[in-house]
């Protein structure tokens, strides 16, 4: 039986990995995680199986146990802690990275990194802090793979949504719906593109790339299609028949500044993130509601 361990398993990604890695009865799953961005409700349909097993605790304790494979998905996606404290949020991660590379070399494990696409944030000072550290992480990463022979990756993913994000989430898309089901506005300061991926393309590309002979590479798993926040938001205001209105604060559209690339994603491994914006909004809708809202 394998053996795998997911950080950060209580948040949003790793629900969501763990519900699909335990559709196979070979894998035993181990999920860590202290709560700090993420809601123990979580966990209820993951305790109800009896090959999953968690560990409350923080990154910088040790793993007393040993795995043959690592996702190491704690603290992506919520910049809260980092605006919160700047300094405290880059020490943490950079030594949560350094804590995660030795406890998969004693293993042997092999294990993946989750970052973004930072160029998004390149001309944008308040991000400065965290670009920095993410470019030493990927480093760090890097390097100590090569030094320990660790077969590592570092997957970049963007603008993940659907099922399993908690009521009060303050990313965009479940910040909207949520808004949508109460008849509030739904305020956009900027309108700007990104590429939104739903999280079940996003997590059969994990799993892909974590199955691959793909060693310390730096991969995109992307829907490769971009929209704007008003499109969305539009969609959410029509698929929920709500009396919210839509108030775009500046108008003046704007496309993403950057590009993934999912040459490894399409031509290595034969995947493609193809859930159409207008299905994955849709589902997402549909969870939330029967989560929140019946």
Known sequence: MKKVLITGVAGFLGVNLALKLLEDENNLIFGIDDFSSSDISNLYKLLKNNRFNFIEQDLSDKISLCVDEIYNLAGNGDKRGYFNNKFDYSYQTLNNTKNILNFASSCG????????????????????????????????????????????????????????????????????????????????????????????????????????????????????NWSLKSDIAKLIINFTKSKSNLIIKNDFQVEPNYKPNISYLNNELDFRCNTPILDGISKTIDYIKLAFYT
């Not at 920095?132 to 022979?149: R, V």
């Not at 660790?150 to 009060?168: D, H, M, P, Q, W």
């Not at 303050?170 to 990104?194: G, H, L, Q, T, W």
């Open 109 to 224: 494990a092999k294990v993946i990194f989750i970052t973004e696409n930072i160029e998004k944030y390149k001309n944008d000072l308040n991000y400065s802090i965290y670009c920095n550290t993410e470019k030493i992480k990927i480093d760090l990463i890097s390097e100590y793979s090569k030094i320990k022979k660790l077969n590592s990756k570092i997957i970049r993913l963007n603008k993940v949504y659907g099922a399993y994000f908690t009521k009060y989430d303050n990313r965009f898309i479940p910040s909207a719906i949520n808004k949508a089901f109460n008849n509030e506005d739904i305020v956009i300061d900027n309108d700007n593109a990104d590429y939104y991926t739903y999280s079940n393309d996003a997590i059969i590309g994990l799993i892909k790339v974590m199955n691959s002979y793909l060693n310390d590479e730096l991969i995109d798993i992307s829907s490769p």
